[in-house]
């Protein structure tokens, strides 16, 4: 098998670039040397080709999904310290994880005030649910409010609402860090309700459900957005101290040693079951379908 002449080259390789075979194109001369020096047939050379285009195609997707997720840096779940939350259903977080909840268009809602790992875990999901082909994107409610209502006009608005829809996976983060007017309500409402049993939702909270009418405008505008949330889901709460604070702690007695010092204590008495939605029982519970 004779090589080509450079120019013959170059004119093959914009031929396969515009059938958008680019891992052929770029590799042509190293492609086309393995193939003369291995002398494959016909049959090999198609297979090698469809074998290199397809996993190039899935590394740029893998590319393309992560830059969309606006993950960000993250600590993997083998960094969590499972030891220090007072109360944690390591079953249930491990089941989520393995993200079958996706495929089922379910929701997950963590539930722990700051500093137990519910941001961590929720970024994990989103990274698994990434890795396995899926789309996910993670934002704040606050960006999330401030994205959708900076759109000027009812076309750019329902343009946004239905990007947000769209995702496999969509991980809103801090709901109830901040208070919200009815017109911020109804956006968040509008989120939930258009993936409701169509695509999957991870929401995290420092709130117990019946707290959430303290940051919403009213009781029923609560209820509904729970109602949405919780039916086909799994609801994790999570109690205990803040990690960062013990982090905090430790830090300062590395840098002003005491040989008294010990691994801050917790409280001996048990955490108190987390309120949720009426007809609902149970701290970690999976809600049937109708």
């Not at 999904?65 to 606006?70: C, P």
Request: glycine content about 4%.
């Amino acid at each position: 098998m004779n090589s080509p002449s450079p120019q013959k080259n170059d004119d093959l390789a914009r031929t396969l670039r515009s059938l958008c075979l680019l891992r052929t194109a770029e590799d042509l001369p190293d492609f086309i040397s393995r193939a003369t020096r291995a002398r494959w047939s016909p049959v090999q050379l198609l297979e090698e080709l469809s074998r290199a285009e397809l996993a190039d195609r899935s590394r740029r997707s893998l590319e393309r999904r992560l830059a969309r997720s606006h993950l960000g840096r993250f600590k993997p779940m083998a960094d969590y310290d499972w030891d220090w939350p007072e109360y944690i259903d390591r079953p249930a977080v491990e089941r989520v994880l393995s993200i079958d909840f996706i495929n089922r268009a379910e929701n997950v809602v963590l539930v722990a005030t700051q500093g137990l790992g519910k941001t961590m875990i929720a970024k994990n999901l989103a990274n698994t649910a990434i890795l396995a082909g899926h789309s996910s994107i993670f934002i704040t409610a606050s960006d999330l409010l401030l994205d959708l209502g900076k759109q000027e006009g009812s076309r750019a608005l329902e343009r946004r609402l239905h990007f947000y829809a769209q995702p496999k996976c969509l991980v809103i983060d801090e709901v109830g860090y901040l208070s919200y007017d009815n017109h911020a309500a109804d956006l968040v409402f509008q989120v939930v309700t258009r993936r409701y049993e169509h695509k999957s939702t991870v929401v995290t909270t420092n709130l117990a459900f019946r707290d959430w009418h303290t940051v919403f405008p009213n009781a029923a505008c609560a209820a509904a957005l729970i109602d949405r949330l919780t039916h086909h889901s799994e609801v994790i709460p999570i109690k205990g101290e803040s990690y960062r604070n013990r982090e905090a702690e430790e830090d300062k007695a590395r840098r002003n040693p005491d040989p008294m010092a010990s691994r801050p204590s917790r409280p001996s008495q048990p955490p108190q079951a987390l309120a949720a939605p009426v007809g609902r029982g149970g701290a970690t519970r999976r809600a049937n379908a109708k």
